[in-house]
């Protein structure tokens, strides 16, 4: 049996898996590369990169995929230089912008200014209603079980019927999904497929160091924590020693402002935290991760892990 056909606008992947954009650095070009040459959709995250390097990964992600592969770039809302990142992913005709942890009209305009297709992320059936009203090609429908900032306490499951109900556009369900079965269960509920980060970082072609992607096999159940980030969101990291020191309302002295957030509470510098950790100082950096991390105990090729996918999902027929 085969899996059903996720399609969003000209984008028709083999394997209904889009992988999610994560920041700072950790989905770059090699990671949006090996997803999409393994068959699902790549996303290459622009937040906490300069524009040029952004430009830089996304023609070496088309050359990874000799041009055949589905990449698209995803960029926080919360940045400064959001508009600027998301019309120069544009100008390289990238197959999507995807944006979350806020919301933009504009972005839609440009989104039919330059041909691209935009995609929101949401946590309701209200906001997903007014992404498809505003022109939103697809919506993503991220549960409370996802790693990085979140947009709710509501598990996914609970939410996705919801959005489903409330929109014509194709649904994507992401936050906690790691194994086939999961797949199996969105689909069944009516998702036109999910996003996947957690699970795709343990890869060998993630960009992020090895110290970074250990932290996920180390992870024991219990140990992610829920912080409150400089962002004005609450994001799920795996413990550590800066969770630790930044838990509650704790202040973290600053080195350097580098006056990335449109609005910034300044108790530590969120982007300085991610980059330490994706360079492999994980006990001083958030390590974003999933809620169910702690089931991830090896790394292996994407391709391997599109195959452990497939064959799950077969077994749930």
Known sequence: MSIPKMIIEHMTPKIPVMQG????????????????NAGGIGTISGTGISIDILREHIRKARELTNGKGY????????????????KAAMEEKVDFIISGAG??????????????????????????????????????????????????????????PEVIEAVKIPVIAAGGILHGADIDKAIQMGAAGVQMGTRFVASDECDAHSNFKQMYLDCNEGETVLVKTTVGLEGRAIKNKFTDLIYGNKKVKIKKCYDC??????????????????????DNGLVFAGSRVHEIKEIFSVQKIMDNLMKEYELCK
């Open 71 to 86: 990449i698209g770039v995803n960029v926080l809302f919360a940045m400064n230089d959001f508009a600027e990142t998301i």
């Open 261 to 282: 957030l449109k609005s910034c509470d300044y108790r530590f510098c969120t982007l300085d935290s991610l980059k330490n950790s994706v360079d492999g100082d994980v």
């Open 103 to 160: 919301f933009s009209r504009d972005m839609y305009t440009w989104g039919k200014e330059y041909g691209v297709p935009v995609i929101s992320i949401v946590s309701s059936a209200k906001f997903a209603k007014l992404a498809e009203r505003l022109g939103a090609s697809a919506v993503v429908v991220e549960g409370f079980e996802a790693g990085g900032h979140l947009g709710t306490e509501r598990p996914l499951f609970d939410i996705l």
């Open 21 to 36: 954009g994560m920041g700072v650095r950790v989905s770059l070009s090699g990671l949006a590369a090996a997803v999409a």
